[in-house]
């Protein structure tokens, strides 16, 4: 493994940290009841959008999931138009008409992301198809869950993605729950996720979801990799959602999980652990965190701001965009 | 040149072949696309033309490969994806569905799908239950879809080159007895709009409204009718979604009577929505309840012996078009003599397909 430039860790750092602070903050509000729509919180699980997206450029694309917060922002999407969207209005990505599960910034790549799980896999890899049918250098990315292994797009998308030699990275976040679905009742355990994908023809590499600094060097391998027309790769990385599935609380009361299991799991918060090498090695000091931390508030309050003051779309805009002209 | 005429499948063939020369982002992929059959004869000579990268075999995986299309479509490509049979489509449904159909509203119209989504249906030589089904009603249900079913040579044309520059996904649905079917096809490359229904014979007596095949069937009910000095006049719907009903409103406004005639099943079937459109908008003039006929309501059966109880004909046509004049007091059909085929689009046809 290369050492890490001091520059790309404290990018790193604030991008998780930033990721960490919005969702935080939208589970804070959320019991408003005024984004009326399901949100899938993504803390705890950091690393890997933020690792992964650090290696791509402006004009790489990425797509998602249900899950796609942290996707969306590391990409470079708009706080503002995301924390607008979540609350309905105008003035959100996706001018209110897609909430949390439909976040889109075309600006940055960010191609969308959408709730059914394998299908985005498919569009993806169409993404770099079409890259690559118009001479253009670009990779694609797209995240998924461990149960989008499960779906016959995966295997329809893989196969050809294989085929073709596309610049695809398939990014596995392996939290080990499909809702309250835990793993074990849902794929063999004695095959590993990536081992799937090594079936297929495409080069496969698993890591620690936590780690952010392996999330990153691993991705890079991949991603600089795919730029040369090496083709696709598939990366697993172990993780963990600290939240229930889809809204802001704990939810080890339901019993599907163990208290002591989630404990476990935050002890290996990825941005704890980032913080303290950091602050080991002399990298970021005490005070610099405050910093960020404070001019991570303002930001996430100004585009809270924003977003309660922006206007809802008007009833018009219920039969605009049914069709594109 | 003005008379020069073509078959449906070479009208086909032409249209993709003209907009694939017009446009370098319009691609084409399916099973058997570059196969020696060509899909019919509906893709042969285009790779040889174009090349394997725009003239794509594909891995039979139906519901990734829409995906794919979405996708490449989504970063500005023009994808044409064939399916052989409508009923493989259906593997497909979710990225069709949830994905195509939405990705322009869901993300507040700021990118469009443009692709076309070939699916053939058809009837006759024993395609069984799941080699024959017609089920344009699902796809015309969806909003953000477009649903086009062209019923001759010159619609075929210039529906395909209407749809393929449409920046929406398009379901365009043809029907196999029209592939060898002849008709007048302009050499240049011309368009038909999308949403536009098309009266090919005028009449006054009664209207038959009618997709795909059915048309031709409806052509040929009309004639036998003008024999007993009943003036049919026959609309060919061409686009299911956007619904044009204006002339079908028109027609019923003038003849009172309305027969739909529809490749699919009875239930829940297109046939229904013209009938509603007509009894919400021009009720007053009905001299007669609207009849519809469609497939009765059971899967397709694979012997000729029975599958000929199931395709609605020229013959039901008239009969229950005499029957709503009070010509006939019922609709029954006479017996067909044995020695005719009807599980073939006509005398040369020879199977397997």
């Known amino acids: ?325 | 040149m003005t008379n020069r005429e073509l078959k449906f499948f070479q009208a086909i063939n032409e249209a993709i072949d003209q907009c694939m020369a017009r446009d370098a982002s319009v691609y084409i992929m399916g099973l058997g696309v570059p196969d020696p059959k060509g899909i019919f004869g509906t893709t042969l000579g285009l790779q040889q033309k174009y090349g394997s990268k725009r003239v794509m075999d594909m891995p039979l995986s139906e519901n990734g490969m829409t995906g794919v299309a979405i996708g490449s479509a989504l970063v500005g490509m023009r994808p044409v994806l064939t399916h052989q049979r409508m009923d493989f489509a259906i593997l497909s449904l979710e990225e069709i569905v949830n994905q195509a159909a939405k990705w322009h509203y869901m993300f507040g119209g700021q990118m469009s799908v443009p692709m076309v989504i070939r699916m053939i249906i058809g009837r006759g030589w024993g395609q069984g239950s799941q080699h024959s089904q017609s089920l344009q009603a699902w796809f015309a249900h969806v909003p953000g879809l477009k649903v086009v079913m062209p019923a001759t040579p010159y619609d075929a044309k210039g529906l395909l080159v209407a749809s393929i520059e449409d920046n929406n996904p398009v379901i365009f649905i043809e029907h196999r007895w029209l592939y060898n079917i002849t008709g007048h096809v302009p050499e240049e490359t011309y368009r038909v709009p999308l949403g536009q229904a098309n009266i090919i014979r005028e009449g006054s007596d009664i209207t038959i409204a009618a997709t795909s095949h059915m048309t031709l069937e409806a052509m040929h009910a009309a004639a036998i009718l003008a024999k007993e000095n009943i003036r049919a006049e026959v609309i060919d719907i061409r686009t299911l979604n956007p619904l044009d009903d204006s002339l079908i409103l028109e027609s019923v406004r003038k003849t009172g009577h309305l027969v739909v005639a529809d490749t699919g099943w009875k239930t829940v079937g297109f046939g229904g929505e013209i009938v509603a459109r007509v009894a919400e908008k021009a009720f007053s003039y009905l001299k007669s309840p609207p009849r519809r006929l469609a497939l009765p309501d059971c899967p397709t059966p694979t012997t000729p012996a029975l599958a000929k109880h199931y395709y609605p004909r020229a013959v039901h046509i008239v009969a229950t078009v005499r029957q709503m004049l009070g010509i006939s007091a019922d609709d029954a059909v006479p017996d067909e003599p044995a020695d005719v085929p009807l599980d073939v689009p006509d005398m040369t046809f020879t199977g397997p397909f």
């Open chain 1, 1 to 325: 493994m290369e050492t890490m430039k001091p520059e790309i860790l404290k990018r790193l750092y604030y991008q998780m940290l930033r990721i960490r602070m919005v969702e935080e903050r939208i589970a804070e509000l959320y019991p408003e009841q005024e984004m009326r729509c399901p949100v899938h919180l993504c803390i705890g699980q950091e690393a890997v959008a933020a690792g992964v997206c650090a290696n791509l450029s402006r004009d790489d694309y990425a797509l998602s999931n249900h899950r796609s917060h942290a996707h969306y922002l590391a990409k470079g999407g708009n706080l503002k138009a995301m924390i607008a969207e979540l609350y309905g209005k105008v003035t959100g990505c996706s001018g209110g008409k897609g909430g949390s599960m439909h976040l889109v910034d075309i600006s940055v790549g960010f191609l969308g992301a959408t709730p059914i799980v394998g299908s985005t896999v498919a569009i993806a890899v169409g993404a770099a198809l079409g890259t690559v049918m118009q001479d253009r250098h670009q990779v694609t990315a797209i995240f998924f869950g461990d149960a989008t292994v499960e779906e016959g797009a995966f295997h329809e998308s893989a196969n050809f993605a294989a085929l073709k030699k596309l610049p695809v990275i398939f990014v596995c976040e392996n939290n080990l729950y499909s809702v309250q679905s835990p793993l074990s009742v849902r794929q063999p355990g004695n095959r590993e996720i990536f081992e799937v994908a090594k079936g297929h023809g495409i080069a496969s590499y698993q890591g620690d979801g936590n780690d952010v600094v392996q999330v990153y060097q691993i991705a890079k391998r991949a991603i600089n990799r795919a730029r040369k027309g090496g083709g696709p790769t598939f990366l697993e990385f172990k993780t963990y959602r600290w939240r229930e599935h889809c809204g802001p609380n704990d939810d080890f009361n339901l019993g599907y999980r163990t208290e002591s299991e989630v404990r476990d799991w935050q002890k290996r918060c990825p941005i704890k652990r980032l913080k303290e090498s950091l602050l080991t090695d002399g990298i970021l000091s005490n005070q610099d965190i405050e910093a960020m931390i404070s001019d991570l508030k303002t930001e996430i309050e100004a585009a809270i701001v924003f977003a309660k003051e922006s206007a809802f779309p008007d009833k018009r805009m219920l039969l605009e965009h049914i069709y594109a002209l």
